[in-house]
């Protein structure tokens, strides 16, 4: 098997590869220099197996044991480069890995999408950080680069070498349907820095990080998995904003950029033409212009903002021609390979180039150590992927995270023995903020108010709430990506509106959502929890019960009483 040939020479060419490995802090550097273990499994690669390194199949564990055997099938039959990891469990996880691993000549390149790590995939099972719009309000970095190192050991201990983070978009869009909470903010500055400090975290840790979603997809309302947003910006104000970021970490050593099915006149005026398939923008733009040697990685070829207008296996060639060094779950790998090497005899795709970034794929493996690949073991697992420290960690982003707008005159002023009301919004029980309440107060009366209460019922709960001395109204949006509304109707919203002036009002949710609220800038005292999470209950509880100093600022601009960096 080549595998085992692979790592026969491994020992030969110990004095030459293995020394340059000793110092792998320039990965740009480092996969674009020759090394013997990638000239020796390139050499013993055919032609297809070759053109299949740049693949990347979709794997699961969640969708029964037929489909991980069609994948080992797939694999084993196209010895393709690698996988995009979706949802399962991590036991099963890694048994698939170790699985398919065996069967591949070369060690596979395994990748996900951990934005806020494993649990991004792996809810039930593994930890999850808080969303990239969470950490926009932290103003210490150095938390976000000891996040990057936790979810680099978490990718470790599973078997995982490539995530799919962070996300640099600028979310200047309140309405993006698809990024929205899953960006640092509508600051480029600030979206550059949180940016950095994460993925220098990962790389340290081990992990390749991939920027996304070159050139910007943070000022669009369409969602490309299922049709091909257009951005009609030109080019000075795409390289003066959206760009910003890409370049700012381009110049700090970004190993890798995912570029997104966008279409883009200014940058390519080919109809219907997605920035992922586009050679202007890949390498016109982001290779030659803004001079980025790193790897590029196609968004998934199967979503709609791609396969809409070039179907058939066609998006996949243009990829290829574009300049990617890596695609994503192709629709289908076997015919895109063929369809690759049809274009190659064409004359459309040049060898040489091709063969170059089969090495730069083959030069990552080797930076990751898969030269000398190892089974994953499954013993205490769990244990390791939801260690004490990481949880810690999480707890102090949260706290770090939270933000309070107007004044802190109400938690300042706030008495755990003063007769309070707590009136939760979305809830039809107490969530982890109520229990932690009702056990730090003496003297609490707790409403649930939902879009299912009826006027008479909010009529009351206004009535008896208001003769309390302390209120909190507490928001929460109980879905698992918060969009930038909260899903209550004109009766609920007014009902805060009659209480904000008298009380803390704190929001589980997207920031947006404080502009479907009129009337809250009333409050004198707002608290941003950002998400609905019980680390950011807990972190919320304990700011207004005086047990954590809020320090964080707020990451977009709602509107104009709430604007980019306020917090007190």
Request: charged share 25%; glycine share 6%.
């Amino acid at each position: 098997m080549l595998k085992k040939l692979a790592l026969g020479v491994a020992a030969l060419a110990s004095s030459i590869s293995f020394s340059q490995a000793q110092d792998k802090k320039d990965f740009v550097k480092y996969i674009n220099s020759p090394h013997a273990w990638v000239d020796s499994v390139f050499n013993n690669l055919t032609p297809k197996e070759r053109i299949a390194q740049l693949f990347l199949v979709r794997a699961h564990t969640n969708l029964g044991q037929r489909y991980i055997d069609s994948v080992a099938q797939v694999v084993q039959d196209e010895q393709l480069g690698g996988l995009v990891v979706f949802q399962g469990g991590p036991v099963r996880h890694v048994d698939m890995f170790n699985r398919y691993q065996h069967l591949s000549k070369v060690p596979l390149l395994i990748t996900f999408d951990g934005e806020w790590g494993l649990g991004m995939r792996l809810p039930d099972s593994t930890l999850s950080y808080p969303y990239q719009m969470t950490l926009g309000a932290i103003q210490n970095d150095q938390l976000i680069y000891q996040m990057g190192q936790e979810v680099a050991k978490d990718f470790h201990r599973i078997g995982m070498h490539f995530n799919f983070a962070p996300v640099v978009d600028i979310n200047n869009n309140p309405k993006n349907p698809v990024i929205g909470f899953r960006s640092f903010g509508d600051n480029k500055e600030n979206v550059a820095k949180k940016a950095k400090a994460y993925m220098d975290g990962m790389m340290n840790g081990g992990i390749i990080s991939s920027l996304k979603h070159f050139p910007g997809h943070g000022d669009t309302d369409v969602d490309s998995h299922h049709d091909l947003p257009q951005l009609t910006f030109t080019k000075d104000r795409l390289e003066a904003l959206e760009m910003f970021p890409f370049k700012e970490l381009i110049r700090s050593g970004a190993p890798a950029i995912m570029v997104a099915h966008m279409n883009i006149p200014s940058l390519d005026p080919t109809p219907n033409i997605p920035s992922s398939i586009s050679k202007p923008i890949v390498t016109g733009i982001l290779r030659e212009e803004l001079g980025f040697r790193g790897l590029t990685v196609t968004d998934a070829m199967d979503m709609n903002g791609v396969k809409k207008f070039f179907p058939h296996g066609e998006a996949d060639v243009m990829a290829i021609i574009a300049g990617h060094d890596l695609l994503e779950v192709s629709e289908n790998s076997k015919r895109a390979i063929d369809l690759v090497l049809k274009a190659i005899g064409e004359g459309r795709i040049n060898q040489a180039d091709l063969d170059a970034r089969v090495k730069k794929v083959l030069a990552s493996k080797l930076w990751l150590g898969l030269d000398q690949y190892r089974d994953v073991n499954t013993v205490n697992l769990y244990s390791d992927l939801n260690r004490t420290s990481s949880k810690q960690l999480i707890d102090q982003l949260a706290a770090s995270s939270v933000t309070v707008l107007k004044s802190t005159d109400k938690i300042k002023s706030f008495k755990n023995s003063e007769k309070t009301a707590i009136v939760n919004i979305g809830l039809k029980s107490p969530g982890t903020f109520q229990q932690i309440m009702a056990d730090a107060l003496t003297n609490e009366t707790q409403y649930f108010v939902t879009d299912e209460t009826s006027e008479a019922e909010l009529k009351n709960i206004i009535k008896k709430v208001k003769k309390n001395k302390q209120i909190i109204v507490a928001i929460h949006d109980t879905r698992s990506r918060p969009r930038p509304e909260v899903p209550a109707n004109n009766e609920v919203k007014n009902l805060v509106k009659k209480l904000a002036k008298k009380s803390i009002v704190t929001f589980f949710t997207n920031p947006y959502a404080l502009d479907g609220f009129k009337g809250v800038h009333k409050s004198k005292t707002i608290l941003v929890a950002y998400q609905n999470d019980d680390f950011m209950q807990r972190a919320a509880a304990k700011t207004i019960l005086g047990q954590n100093i809020a320090t964080g600022k707020l990451p977009v601009t709602i509107n104009k009483y709430f604007k980019y960096a306020a917090g007190k």
